[in-house]
């Protein structure tokens, strides 16, 4: 199994995380979705806010009312019909908010994930190479999860905390200036303590435990998806033991996050002590000085136990709230990366000619350097393919075959030059209309865990059941796929692993068929299928040629010898270029590898 650590993307984020204001900014983006819901939200919060805000205030007249007795029956009904009126209209004001912000929250968490998801599938072949799938899938989960958080904290406690809190040192200073000048400070104090705790103190562990969380994610994922081959090395008990090295590093990291909060809170706890003990103090020594009535002790008893309320719960949100934030980090930092082969803004779909040849593909003094690698594997290099031209290309591992069809997908940008399809440059137009244009069998089909129907017609989504059935008999694929008790229904296993090789390739043939593109490239098995199975697959492969321009990665003979062209590749570059014969001939490079074929 390959080192989690060795995924790039996270390398170079967690080097550069995304500072804090920059992922709060795309979280007020994903609300300002819908801002009259968001308008709606906060008039609603605030609104029982104040209701709380004004619940000291009718405590106080409450308790000034009943020590008079001489108006207890008029003035105290009044105030306390008062008291009850405002913890109703709390709770409905409040209830409404919380119906709203479910949908609002639910709706934008949908939103998010699902343009996390087109933007990973936009990242090119480069990136998904350097990334583990597994981590990414944590990422885009504990995104969805980390918004949800922030959002949740923010309307629920922080917000209405902030309000609360200001309001109530207001409104104490009104009552009585030295309470309220008291209180006021110590907000700021606890607000400018716990701002810094949490972006100082805890977001770097947070960070760290979250990193090992993704690991978690793309260690299960690389392990699981490769079981195959740690059950045939019977090494299951390696992979659990350096899962298990993981899950202790993340152990590690989150009791250090864990115990990190629970320190933090010893200052709150301090700061707290201090309020309650002042501002108690205070009312005693006022009372005591006769400068307070029974109304003003019960003011500023409720004002503190609603301050508390809130103080006590505010910095465990703005921890969550930090927790919440550098769990969307990811998402955001994906948000704001663009797509490394990007659609130019003018960009039309690619539409092959509707007369004539179609699939001519010309290289037109391409230069092309993976990143990286010091010298380019391509260099001016030009060469025409004429439409329904077969070339085959042949020649050892690494030797540029796969790149060679890569750029003709766009998979790559080149540094310099052309490749024009039918005349178009295929840098101009959209890689989903490219890609649409070009048809690929490749030499292992990974199929999806659907049915064979759907996996067919995966090129062609709209085609009818009649459509996947002739394209089925014309891969000769019918007869394997009629033979299975659920037939076309039948679910192919995680990457087609309920088929053999064969049955497989010939999926993919069909799904070819169907796509009926003009351009077609065969990455021919080089495992070895028994001689039914490779004759099916021949033939199948041969009448899925016929009338299309087809580049061959070729490994049999037969190919290579009906192709109209064969390139021969050694290190990244075209060393001959010809008939069979012509090449045999010649002496050269294919000559060498067609007696070692044959030997
Ligand atoms: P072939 O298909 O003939 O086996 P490739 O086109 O896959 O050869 O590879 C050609 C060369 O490019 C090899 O040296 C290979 O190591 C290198 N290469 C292929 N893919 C990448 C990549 N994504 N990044 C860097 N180098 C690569």
């Not at 010893?266 to 309650?276: A, E």
């Not at 070819?512 to 593109?517: G, P, V």
């Amino acid at each position: 199994m390959d080192d989690p650590d060795e995924d790039t993307d996270a390398a170079r984020r967690d080097a550069r995380p995304l500072p804090t204001g920059k992922v709060l900014g795309f979280v007020w983006r994903q609300w300002m979705r819908r801002p009259r819901r968001f308008a709606a939200i906060c008039t609603l919060m605030l609104a029982g806010t104040l209701c709380d805000l004004a619940i000291p205030w009718a405590a106080g007249a409450l308790v000034d009312a009943a020590s008079n007795p001489a108006h207890v029956a008029a003035s105290a009904w009044r105030q306390w019909t008062m008291l009850s009126a405002l913890y109703l209209g709390y709770y409905t004001v409040r209830t409404a908010a919380f119906q709203l912000i479910n949908s609002f929250s639910a709706r934008n968490m949908e939103v998010l994930t699902n343009e996390a998801f087109a933007r990973v599938q936009a990242f090119s072949s480069d990136w998904h190479a350097d990334t583990f799938s597994g981590a990414t899938v944590r990422r885009v989960s504990r995104a969805m999860w980390g918004y949800d958080t922030v959002t949740d904290s923010i309307f629920f406690v922080l917000g209405p905390g902030f309000v609360v809190l200001f309001g109530l040192a207001v409104s104490m200073g009104l009552r009585w200036p030295p309470a309220g000048l008291f209180c006021g400070v110590l907000f700021m104090v606890f607000i400018g303590y716990n701002a810094v705790v949490t972006s100082r103190f805890i977001r770097p562990v947070n960070l760290i435990s979250n990193g090992l969380d993704t690991r978690i994610g793309a260690s299960l994922a690389d392990a699981i998806g490769g079981n195959p081959v740690v059950k045939a090395f019977g090494a299951e008990a390696r992979e659990i033991a350096s899962f298990s090295a993981v899950t202790g590093a993340w152990r590690a990291a989150t009791i250090r996050t864990w115990n990190a909060f629970n320190v933090a809170g010893l200052g709150q706890n301090l700061l707290m002590w201090l309020l309650q003990g002042g501002l108690t103090g205070m009312i005693v020594w006022a009372w005591a000085h006769h400068r307070a009535s029974a109304g003003d002790v019960a003011f500023a008893l409720t004002s503190f136990t609603l301050m508390s309320g809130y103080l006590r719960n505010f910095s465990e949100t703005l921890r969550n709230l930090q927790k919440g934030l550098d769990d969307v980090l990811d998402v955001a930092d994906y948000m704001q990366t663009e797509p490394q082969v990007a659609d130019i803004p003018s960009a039309a779909d690619y539409a092959p000619p509707h007369r004539g040849p179609r699939g001519g593909i010309v290289f037109d003094r391409i230069t092309f350097n993976y990143k990286g690698q010091t010298l380019p594997i391509f260099e001016r290099f030009s060469l025409d393919i004429a439409p329904g031209e077969r070339v085959a290309l042949v020649g050892p591992t690494g030797s540029g075959k796969s790149t060679f069809v890569k750029l003709i997908q766009r998979l790559y940008d080149l540094d310099a030059g052309r490749i024009l399809i039918d005349g178009t440059d295929i840098a101009t137009v959209t890689q989903r209309s490219l890609r649409r244009a070009i048809a690929l069998v490749p030499q292992d089909p990974a199929l999806f865990h659907r049915t064979l129907s759907e996996n067919i017609a995966y090129g062609r989504p709209d085609a009818t059941q009649e459509q996947v059935v002739a394209a089925a008999r014309r891969a000769r694929a019918h007869d394997f796929i009629s033979r299975l008790p659920k037939g076309y229904d039948t679910l192919v296993g995680e990457r087609g692993v309920k088929l053999s090789g064969g049955e497989r390739q010939r999926v993919a043939i069909a799904r070819a068929f169907l796509a009926d593109a003009p351009i077609l490239v065969l990455d021919e098995a080089t495992s070895s299928l028994d001689v039914e199975t490779e004759r099916q697959v021949q033939a199948a492969s041969e009448a899925l040629m016929a009338g299309r321009t087809t580049i061959v990665i070729a490994h049999r003979l037969s190919t290579i010898r009906e192709a109209d062209r064969i390139l021969v590749f050694e290190n990244g570059a075209i060393v001959e270029e010809g008939g069979h014969g012509e090449l045999v001939a010649q002496g050269g490079a294919y000559a060498r590898l067609h007696h070692l074929t044959q030997a």
